[in-house]
């Protein structure tokens, strides 16, 4: 939806055709004021009609100079704004994924927003310019057919330049803006497995990675510098060029009594304003850059949020999840699928296979936060897709490995959760500690990973949702607190279904069943105790258990 022009944006409207009109209007009262002195017109009024247009000149100046960048920053603010909601609103359901990286999104929501938010202004400034040359050039010929004709042998090769640099110019600043997204986001995955990165002594290796688009970068610069510096050169001389020859024909003209003192003074300026056409490159490069950044914007506000229902689940059902005929893609290669799999109402079902296997993709569906590219999945026989956003927050619940939290304070972290959840989690003796109770910033917490975790389990305990899904969720706990925390929250849910993602052996003798995953296939269904006949399924947990202690 189009943005409502503001103060700043109606302001600078009107300063650039005020500003563009006075300067046009300056050679002709210019002109006056020259006659008036030169006694060839009586009268103080030329000389006040030239302070006046001055001055409103000034004005509009000004004007125009505070309120370009104030309409910039509010451009900006408001697609940034806009984007930030639209990419929030696409979801987790698959939209994104594929796209564009983490880095590549910043560097758009940043970057490429900020150069599109000045689009109006760029625009505005070259359309005024543009203006402003045509009618100085229109002036001209009303001094003198010959001095626009004398102005019109540069119009052609003029143009000519223009269309040349922004031809150069476009698909180098969009060049640009795609190598800095590259980079952001190389350099996001570095500082996101910085850890991993000093423990394996790959630190030299990984800068060169990062830096590997530097290059590129750097070639996509030194083409938008070279055509911008090829282009002022030219335009300086074609403008000198114009301007010679415009004079010269206003001095003949003024030889052979054809033109007043005051037309010579007029057609210079507006010589000079006609010329500037040919040094708007600053203006051009404004627009190629706004319009590069909002290309790239525009590419993330074309993705269409997942289409969503509204249904409701049937009153009271028991929470059953079923899979039919599941597949999930990462383009051409198969990540999960295919699969059937039903789980029963209140049972719990512990999904267990090595890194890879599917584990966490298939606990991400039946909540959407990840769409399957074929199949169904239901919840109580009425399929995901068809519920409302609300219903379907309402009946599944998730907690996972580092669960993010969101607000000002712990408490609206929280999201509901007392005394009595964060009890169950284990978090309440861990939360009296802190220094303003359940009232810290989230931005002064530092938290162990087992810390956050429960955090993330008493926020979860505040849903009563049918369908509690744990993506390792307990793996930051030591075996001790893990016994309490699982013991609570056992007593908890109990009732509701619960999709258990987990490496331990013990969680899994826990579960009524255990769903057993193997390169994206579902290997087997069946209690804990019937698979560990399996030595394929006591060799997956053993791997799972030992990457997991390597990755603690």
Do not use: N
């Not at 997204?181 to 190389?186: F, H, Q």
């Amino acid at each position: 939806m189009p943005r409502r022009p503001t103060g700043w944006t109606l302001a600078l409207g009107l300063a650039l055709p005020t500003g563009a009109a006075s300067t046009l209007a300056l050679p002709a009262v210019l002109a006056g004021a020259v006659d008036a002195a030169l006694g060839r017109r009586s009268g103080p009024g030329a000389l006040l009609l030239l302070a006046l247009v001055l001055g409103t000149a000034a004005a509009a100046d000004a004007t125009a100079a505070a309120a370009g960048p104030a309409c910039s920053a509010e451009a900006t603010a408001a697609l940034r704004g806009r984007l930030v909601r639209h990419l929030l609103a696409l979801g987790p359901g698959g939209r994104l994924h594929g796209g564009p990286p983490p880095g590549d999104l910043a560097a758009r929501l940043l970057g490429s927003a900020g150069t599109a938010g000045g689009r109006l202004p760029a625009v505005l400034g070259a359309a005024t310019a543009l203006l402003t040359s045509v009618g100085a050039i229109v002036g001209l010929g009303v001094l003198s057919p010959w001095l626009a004709l004398a102005f019109f042998a540069g119009v052609v090769p003029g143009v000519v330049l223009i269309r040349l640099f922004l031809r150069q110019a476009g698909p180098a600043f969009a060049r640009y803006q795609e190598v800095q997204a590259v980079l952001a986001a190389r350099l996001s995955d570095a500082l996101t497995g910085l850890r991993s990165i000093h423990a394996a002594g790959a630190q030299q290796r990984e800068a060169t990675r990062v830096l590997a688009p530097l290059p590129e970068l750097s070639a996509a610069g030194h083409a938008l510098w070279a055509a911008q510096r090829r282009t002022a050169w030219q335009a300086t001389l074609l403008i000198a060029l114009v301007e010679v020859s415009v004079l010269t024909t206003a001095g003949a003209l003024l030889a052979d009594g054809a033109l007043a003192p005051g037309a010579l003074a007029a057609a210079a300026g507006w010589a000079a304003l006609g010329a500037g056409l040919f040094e708007q490159v600053e203006a051009l490069v404004g627009v190629a850059h706004a319009r590069a950044g909002q290309a790239r914007v525009d590419e993330l506000l074309a993705l269409a949020p997942a289409p969503c229902g509204a249904g409701a689940l049937p009153a009271g059902g028991p929470g059953q999840v079923e899979l039919r005929g599941v597949v999930v893609r990462d383009g051409d290669r198969v990540l999960l699928g295919p699969l059937d799999l039903t789980v029963p109402g209140g049972r719990t079902v512990a999904l267990v296979g090595r890194s890879g296997s599917g584990k966490s993709l298939l606990a991400a569906l039946p909540g959407r936060l990840r769409d399957p590219d074929e199949g169904t999945v239901l919840i109580d026989g009425v399929p995901v897709g068809t519920l409302a956003p609300t219903e379907l927050r309402h009946a599944v619940g998730y907690a996972f490995a580092r669960p993010a939290l969101v607000g000002r304070t712990v408490r609206d972290a929280l999201a509901g959760a007392g005394a009595t959840e964060a009890g169950a989690a284990r978090a309440d003796g861990f939360l009296r500690r802190l220094p303003f109770g359940w009232d810290t910033p989230l931005d002064e917490l530092q938290l162990s990973g087992g810390e956050l975790q429960r955090l993330g389990l008493a926020r979860l305990l505040a849903r009563p949702a049918r369908v509690v899904v744990l993506d390792d969720a307990t793996s930051g706990l030591d075996l001790a607190t893990e016994y309490e925390v699982t013991e609570a929250l056992d007593r908890a849910t109990r009732g509701r279904t619960r999709l258990v993602v987990t490496h331990r052996a013990a969680v899994a003798a826990r579960a009524d069943l255990v769903a057993w995953l193997d390169a994206g296939r579902l290997r087997a269904l069946a209690p804990h105790t019937t698979l560990l006949t399996h030595p394929d399924y006591r060799a997956t947990l053993a791997d799972t258990a030992l990457r997991a202690a390597a990755a603690g």
